[in-house]
C-alpha cells in the first residue's frame, strides 16, 4: 500500500473519531437531563470502526463511562488494534 492509501486512512480514523466524540459528550449532557441515550453497543461499534480514540478521548473529557469496566477494557483495546493493524499493514508487509 502507498502513502496516499495511510492518508485516506488517516482521514477516516479522524472522522470516526470525531463522531464518537461529539456521541459521547452527547449520551453524556442526555444521561444527566434524564433523556434517551445512545446504546453502549453503539459506541462500541463505532469505536470498533475505527473512533476507538475519539471514544477514548469523550470518556476522559466527559468522564463518561469511565466506572464502566467493559468500556474501561474494551476501548483501549480497540484502539490497540487499530495501532496494531495500521503497523502491520503499513510497515511490516
Known amino acids: 500500500m502507498n502513502r496516499s492509501m495511510l492518508t485516506y486512512i488517516g482521514i477516516y480514523i479522524f472522522v470516526a473519531s470525531l463522531l464518537a466524540f461529539i456521541l459521547c459528550g452527547a449520551d453524556k449532557r442526555r444521561a444527566k437531563l434524564g433523556r434517551w441515550r445512545v446504546s453502549e453497543a453503539t459506541l462500541l461499534f463505532i469505536g470498533l470502526l475505527g473512533g476507538c480514540f475519539g471514544l477514548l478521548l469523550g470518556m476522559r473529557v466527559f468522564r463518561h463511562k469511565t466506572k464502566h ?3 474501561t477494557i474494551l ?3 480497540e484502539c490497540i488494534l487499530w495501532i496494531a493493524g495500521v503497523i502491520y499493514f503499513f510497515i511490516i508487509k
Open 75 to 77: 476501548v483501549p483495546m
Open 69 to 71: 469496566l467493559k468500556f
